[in-house]
């Protein structure tokens, strides 16, 4: 079974351009979750989607952020303009929800560099 | 503030030597999961434990969950250097909750 698919892995862009993650979840898996991860530290949450539907991105700064998931299936995380203290991991996690435990796979995560 | 409250936050030991990391929390957890994180890579799941006072062992690893499920330990015996990584815990404050909170992590280093 295929894991959960991230692309770009990296990304050096100069501060104030457009940068766009892409991520596909495992099969079948009906959450998607994008993280975005300082060195050292733990996961914050930035958006949730059960299927296509964004259930929590409180965490989200959408001025600058933001993200899709049509179809519910894959989504894209989008940073416009990019700032250097967005500098960071941006990891994308997936799961089945059952209604017992949330066990949440991840990606390999993209490592983006604000210049 | 952190919800989940881990420590230390490094570790460094020698191969073939036991630790001990915690984690550690004022809120009720209904679950609580540990991850391992490799560098370049994302989180990897260990074990979740859901009930109070709950022990499970994974190899050389023992997982540990509070009696009042406010905190969690993980004891890795004789640790080798595969073992090096960084450590997540990450909580459930609701059954069934999409949500996880995740603690700083414990970067764990051991050495040959």
């Known amino acids: ?115 | 503030t952190q919800l989940l409250e881990q420590s230390p936050q490094f570790l460094s030991i020698q191969e073939g030597e036991n630790l001990t990391v915690y984690c550690n929390s004022s809120s009720v957890f209904s679950s609580l999961q540990w991850y391992r994180q490799e560098p370049g890579e994302g989180p990897v799941l260990l074990v979740t434990v859901v009930t109070g006072g709950e022990v499970k062992k994974l190899k050389r690893l023992t997982f540990q969950f509070g009696d009042a499920r406010k905190d969690s330990s993980l004891h890795i015996t004789a640790a080798q250097t595969g073992d090096t990584g960084l450590y997540l815990c990450a909580g459930a404050l609701i059954q069934g909750a999409q949500k996880l909170v995740f603690g700083q992590g414990t970067r764990l280093t051991i050495n040959p």
């Open chain 1, 1 to 115: 079974e295929a894991g959960v698919v991230q692309s770009p892995r990296y990304k050096i862009i100069e501060k104030k351009q457009p940068v766009a993650f892409w991520c596909n979840p495992i099969s079948g898996h009906n959450t998607l979750y994008w993280y975005l991860q300082n060195l050292g530290q733990g996961p914050e949450l930035l958006i949730r989607y059960e299927n296509e539907e964004a259930v929590d991105d409180s965490q989200l700064p959408k001025d600058r952020f933001s993200a899709e998931r049509l179809k519910g299936v894959d989504s894209t995380l989008k940073i416009q303009p990019a700032e250097l203290g967005d500098s960071a991991v941006y990891l994308c996690a997936s799961s089945l929800f059952s209604g017992a435990y949330n066990e949440q796979f991840f990606g390999p995560g993209t490592r983006l560099t604000v210049l």
